[in-house]
């Protein structure tokens, strides 16, 4: 009965990752594409759908540890299942923020920049698709190739504050959509931290491991 609801409360996350995943992707076409009925699309699904899996999961993780004793892998796995549930619902989140921003702007032209925020985006992204794919397949390869990404991403970012900044000393009349675009890249930028911590969740469950800056603590 144990491993029935472990598998239930896998399938749960998997089915809330994979939905917030399509959230984001559509934010960032919805962005370039200026389809502004795609970002609408991203903005209502948050509430009532991942909202929804977000508490079910919660409530299954509550109801496994009060009827059963897990072992330490079954109890390491469910606390990161906690631990990914939150992270994934914040990845929604910013997937949301990325669409209200974008339905700001899209009326804009800003071609000149649409290559380094898509570069931006799909580093993001991928890190997160494989951070997920990790932990789910508890892959210790491919959650260590998770971390290591993070500060390409960080200087992506970077990069795109600093493009954004003189875009807007030179044409200050669209600094209103300049600054959009940063809260953009600041939530991609997020989405990579967030594929982080769910790749260390990932090596936690393999290892019994904490893994933090490079350096692994044995619990």
Not at 7 to 25: D, K, P, Y
Not at 73 to 78: M, S
Not at 96 to 104: D, F
Not at 125 to 150: I, N, Y
């Amino acid at each position: 009965m144990l491993e029935k609801r472990m598998n239930r409360l896998r399938e749960l996350l998997i089915t809330e990752a994979s939905l917030v995943e399509s959230m984001l992707q559509k934010s960032i076409q919805g962005l370039l594409q200026k389809n502004v009925g795609m970002l609408h699309e991203v903005i209502e699904q948050d509430e009532p759908t991942v909202n929804g899996y977000d508490i079910e999961i919660d409530k299954l993780c509550t109801q496994i540890a009060a009827l059963y004793q897990p072992g330490p892998k079954a109890l390491r796995t469910l606390l990161t299942i906690l631990k990914a549930n939150y992270d994934i619902e914040r990845a929604g989140d910013h997937a949301v923020n990325i669409a209200q921003s974008a339905v700001e702007i899209i009326p804009y032209d800003f071609r000149n920049v649409e290559g380094i925020v898509s570069s931006t985006a799909n580093a993001a992204l991928s890190m997160l698709h494989d951070a997920l794919t990790a932990f789910v397949k508890e892959d210790a390869k491919l959650a260590e190739d998770v971390l290591v990404r993070d500060d390409h991403v960080d200087k992506l970012r970077d990069e795109c504050v600093r493009i954004f900044t003189e875009e807007i000393k030179k044409r200050p009349e669209l600094s209103a959509v300049y600054m959009n675009l940063t809260r953009v890249v600041r939530s991609l930028e997020r989405v990579a931290d967030l594929a982080t911590n769910i790749a260390e969740y990932a090596l936690f469950i393999i290892r019994g491991e904490i893994s933090k800056h490079g350096r692994d603590e044995q619990l």
